[in-house]
């Protein structure tokens, strides 16, 4: 199983340049100067996915008014990701992250036990990334439903 690092406040957040739903790229890089919310998710078009995709998508306004940036990062495949964001009317970048690379350099990966089977596989996480890189906020096996509004009070948005 994978070791598991867990980043923390103060931390350096890990670059990354990953494919978007379109075909292109978005790297971490590309947002210095911002707070970015990345967030990390299972897989797109499942019920908790898209309960939590959607409440990014109905809270953006909010977020970009207080200066964030939503990144979405899940092992699904770009065609899969385009699918998901037109069905859901998602705006924000969904990035694939196929290899899990990023996932694992953010903690997001590892060990999962469900209906009693253990097995890895991405635990569903979200990052804040100050303006200077290094993480403002790291929450790990996160709800689906309700953590967009649990977040937004952690940030004291609400």
Not at 56 to 69: I, K, P, Q, V
Not at 108 to 134: C, H, M
Request: proline letters at 5%; aromatic letters at 8%.
């Amino acid at each position: 199983m994978t070791d598991q690092h867990r980043l923390a406040p103060g931390d350096t957040a890990p670059a990354f340049t990953l494919t978007n739903q379109d075909g292109g790229t978005v790297s971490l890089s590309d947002h210095s100067g911002q707070r970015v919310i990345v967030y990390f998710y299972p897989a797109a078009a499942t019920p908790g996915c898209t309960t939590q995709a959607c409440d990014f998508r109905d809270n953006l306004s909010a977020f970009a008014a207080e200066g964030f940036t939503v990144l979405g990062i899940s092992p699904d495949a770009p065609a899969k990701l385009a699918s998901f964001a037109e069905q859901e009317g998602l705006t924000f970048p969904l990035l694939s992250d196929e290899d899990h690379a990023v996932a694992e350099a953010y903690g997001a990966w590892g060990e999962k036990k469900n209906y009693g089977r253990t097995y890895e596989g991405l635990i569903r996480s979200t990052v804040v990334v100050g303006p200077d890189g290094t993480v403002e906020l790291a929450q790990y096996n996160v709800r689906a439903t309700g953590h967009v509004a649990k977040l937004r009070r952690d940030l004291s948005l609400a």
